[in-house]
């Protein structure tokens, strides 16, 4: 295994700290300080994952998550949030720019590669190749395609595996704990609102297609898909 880990972080000392611990832990670093030489960098090779500081001249790390999640060649690629913010919201408003996880600064490098490890992870196809499909909705995971009758549906990687999984298990209640074992692994150290930050992406990119009704709350208990609605 030898992913690519774009780096994206002004300061000289961190960025020097992350290419070392990436590098040491066999990954490749690739190197930028801000937006126009993420993209620069990113239009020489993609990398498998970005690590993106959430303060960053210019373009800031959350406006850049956004690009990232919106361009063609960047929206599969996971993302972690890089930020010297603990806040909840700041959390929350994080991982609804489009990041896939989040760490608050000062880290440890061991938590940080456990994180990079758990991300990768998880993006790996796994998944059986079986097209699975209800109610006019498909999803290939060989091609990383979900249709709605014909219609494309963009997802992000995390929200791919989220309905993956529904798909593949419709009409049964899952809470949120099962979810983040299931969808996100269980050496993943994400809390379990960002499962509720996942499901409003999903049915967010469900909306334009109809579907969005699929992706069901069951007050107190977690989430279901079910392609009968009451
Ligand atoms: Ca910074």
Redesign the pocket.
Known sequence: MNAKILIV???PA?QELLAFNVMQAGFQAMRAEDADSAWQQIRGSAPDMILL?????NTS?VILAKQFRADVRTRDIPIIM?T?RGDERDKILGLESGADDYITKPFSPRELMARIRAVLRRHIPVMPDVTVAAEGLELSPSSHRVTANGRAVELGPTEFRLLHFFMTHPERVYSRTQLLDQVWGTQVFVEERTVDVHIRRLRAALEPVKMNRVIQTVRGSGYRFSTSYN
């Not at 500081?53 to 001249?57: C, E, I, T, V």
């Open positions: 972080e002004d300061e961190i500081d959430w303060m960053l001249p790390g890089l010297a």
